[in-house]
């Protein structure tokens, strides 16, 4: 059973019908009692990093969300999701933490002549640890859908699962230990995004 974060996320449908499609028991989670029996865990996002993290934290899973990835089972962040692992952001001058899982701080793409910002649509990923169990079966080059004006900066490069360019390269996925997350959207990529979801699935397979 995987535990999908139920905080008023846009995209909490098209996620949870995209893990029911690769053959995943969902249970959306609004407190932190309903991670107990969990597999694994997805916090989905669209949206602000202020509204991610304080709809969070009004529902009491600030504390929850890192003392479920410190059990070790499999979670998987998804864009704002993704984002909110981390430390801090620059958008609107955030005043709320992050969960600060990994170290780093979210930053907006640099203004260029040219340089749409957000970047919305599909781009490519350059695979940097082929053996990132997400991308089992998934070549380097692959388009996937992102919709994001900021992207993470992790302290750390070795976390760097995956990259993309958009004016700069930047880590469009990551893998440390049993955290994964994608700033690109899995459940809006097609093919790519459903193989994605369904190396995460196996991943929590008991």
């Known amino acids: 059973m995987?535990?999908?974060?139920?905080?008023?996320?846009g995209n909490l449908r098209?996620?949870?019908?995209?893990?029911?499609h690769v053959g995943a028991?969902?249970?959306?989670?609004?407190?932190?009692?309903?991670?107990?029996?969990?597999?694994?865990?997805v916090l989905p996002g669209v949206g602000a990093f202020d509204d991610c993290l304080n709809a969070i934290r009004?529902?009491?899973?600030?504390?929850?969300i890192p003392a479920f990835v410190n059990t070790g089972r499999p979670f998987?962040?998804?864009?704002?999701?993704?984002?909110?692992?981390?430390?801090?952001s620059e958008e609107f001058q955030s005043r709320a933490p992050g969960l600060a899982l990994l170290e780093g701080r979210v930053v907006r793409f640099a203004d260029r002549p040219?340089?749409?910002?957000p970047q919305i649509g599909w781009n490519q990923i350059e695979i940097t640890r082929p053996d990132c169990p997400l991308f089992h079966g998934i070549p380097s080059g692959s388009y996937v859908y992102f919709v994001h004006s900021f992207y993470p900066v992790p302290t750390n490069p070795a976390v760097v699962a995956a990259s993309t360019t958009h004016g700069e390269r930047f880590a469009?996925?990551?893998?440390?230990?049993?955290?994964f997350a994608t700033q690109f959207h899995?459940?809006?990529?097609?093919?790519?995004?459903?193989?994605?979801?369904?190396?995460f699935v196996r991943c929590a397979a008991p």
Request: glycine share 6%; charged share 20%; hydrophobic share 45%.
């Open 2 to 9: 995987i535990a999908l974060i139920d905080y008023g996320a």
């Open 14 to 20: 098209s996620v949870h019908k995209a893990l029911v």
């Open 25 to 41: 028991r969902v249970q959306l989670a609004s407190r932190p009692e309903q991670l107990d029996d969990a597999h694994a865990l």
């Open 58 to 64: 009004r529902q009491n899973l600030h504390d929850a």
């Open 76 to 88: 998987l962040g998804i864009c704002v999701g993704y984002q909110a692992l981390f430390e801090r």
């Open 114 to 117: 040219g340089l749409k910002v």
């Open 172 to 179: 469009s996925a990551i893998w440390h230990n049993n955290i």
């Open 186 to 199: 899995p459940e809006k990529s097609q093919t790519v995004g459903l193989r994605l979801l369904q190396n």
